[in-house]
Nanobody
Framework: QAQLRQSGGGSVQAGGSLRLSCEIS????????MGWFHKAPGKELEGIAIIDSNDFITYVKSVKGRFTISLDKAKNTLGLQMNRLNPEDTGLYYC?????????????????????WGQGTQVTVSS
């Protein structure tokens, strides 16, 4: 059974940076999509950065140019470097994995498509 274990996060002032990590264990699929999801207070869970087994990386508009997703295959670790953080980035962040590759935005960023989840990490950005 695949497991994802998150670390990182915390509190930072606007303009600052944080890094999230997601350790991937017992995940055996040659085809996959892995990504980061953000649950802002009072809002729906939203996919924000996805990487797949084709090494294709996409970001939603709100984080593009500020966040960088990475997958270290040697260390089995998914990372999210978050720069120039603003208060709207506050919330819970989850890493997630799927044994499929998605080619449309609707499926690629949909939480329903991902079956394995990390435990969540809180990020708080103060103004």
């Amino acid at each position: 059974q695949a497991q994802l274990r998150q670390s990182g996060g915390g509190s930072v002032q606007a303009g600052g940076s944080l890094r999230l990590s997601c350790e991937i264990s017992e995940y055996a699929s040659y085809k996959y999509s892995m990504g980061w999801f953000h649950k802002a207070p009072g809002k729906e869970l939203e996919g924000i950065a996805i990487i797949d087994s084709n090494d294709f990386i996409t970001y939603v508009k709100s984080v593009k140019g500020r966040f960088t997703i990475s997958l270290d295959k040697a260390k089995n670790t998914l990372g999210l470097q978050m720069n120039r953080l603003n208060p709207e980035d506050t919330g819970l962040y989850y890493c997630a994995a799927s044994p499929n590759v998605y080619y449309t935005e609707n499926t690629r960023y949909s939480a329903d498509m991902y079956r394995t989840w990390g435990q969540g990490t809180q990020v708080t950005v103060s103004s």
